[in-house]
């Protein structure tokens, strides 16, 4: 399988840990995006790497967030100091070019529960 | 003004009956639009996109959508669903430097 792989797919955590996401895009395509999700709502961007460089950050995306493509292939999104408004969906996506108009593929999520 | 708005949040159908999902988008994105599919606890998938050229666009599992510009529009629609066409749907176009800006979703529901 060769689409875009989230892990881990579900993630229960303590208020105030530190918790991180891994995102493996397909392997040819040099966008990649995070997104969050929460019941009920559509997607939110969060921010988005062209290669290694991170292009654009949503203001949703507070201090608590950061985000990493170190090496232009997989990416990680850790959340320090979580909080229960963090308890989402965290969306990953990846498209191939740097056209608007390229489609983006989509993981399966990791959901996040901070209990 | 929301950039991409779905305007019903929920629509129920009978199966094999027609559907509808409305999309209108703001005059701030770019004219890229996309909807997309999402099935219980899965990531989404492409349905359809307009990008340019035909105003009506087929896409997978025999849903079209049709754009117009005048209402500025990209309504989704099929002539008629299956039970197995119950998820979220979600509309999306660039805005900006975001590369994809969702609506809220419509959850339909076809019933049996």
């Known amino acids: 399988d060769t689409g875009v792989s989230q892990n881990p797919r579900h993630k229960i955590t303590k208020r105030g840990q530190n918790v991180t996401f891994r995102c493996d895009p397909i392997s040819e395509h040099n966008r990649l995006y995070w997104y969050r999700q929460t019941l009920g709502q559509g997607p939110e961007f969060l921010t988005y790497?062209?290669?290694?460089?991170?292009?654009?950050k949503s203001r949703l995306l507070s201090d608590r967030f950061s985000a990493e493509r170190p090496k232009g292939s997989f990416s990680t999104l850790e959340i320090q100091r979580t909080e229960q408004g963090d308890s989402a969906m965290y969306l990953c996506?990846?498209?191939?070019?740097?056209?608007?108009?390229?489609?983006?593929?989509f993981g399966q999520g990791t959901r996040l529960t901070v209990v | 003004a929301q950039s991409v708005t779905q305007l019903d949040s929920q629509v129920p159908v009978f199966e094999e009956a027609p559907v509808e999902l409305r999309c209108n988008y703001s005059?701030?994105?770019?004219?890229?639009l996309f909807w997309y599919v999402q099935y219980p606890n899965q990531g989404l998938q492409l349905l359809l996109k307009y990008l340019s050229g035909s105003t009506l666009v087929k896409g997978i599992n025999g849903f079209e959508a049709e754009f117009n510009k005048s209402q500025t529009s990209f309504h989704l629609r099929k002539p008629s669903v299956h039970i197995s066409d119950t998820a979220e749907y979600f509309c999306?176009?660039?805005?900006?430097?975001?590369?994809?800006?969702f609506g809220k979703g419509t959850r339909l529901s076809v019933i049996a």
């Open positions: 999306a176009a660039p805005l900006g430097n975001t590369p994809l800006v």
């Open positions: 996506a990846s498209s191939g070019n740097r056209q608007l108009n390229t489609e983006a593929f």
């Open positions: 790497f062209q290669n290694e460089a991170q292009l654009e």
């Open positions: 005059s701030s994105v770019s004219v890229y």
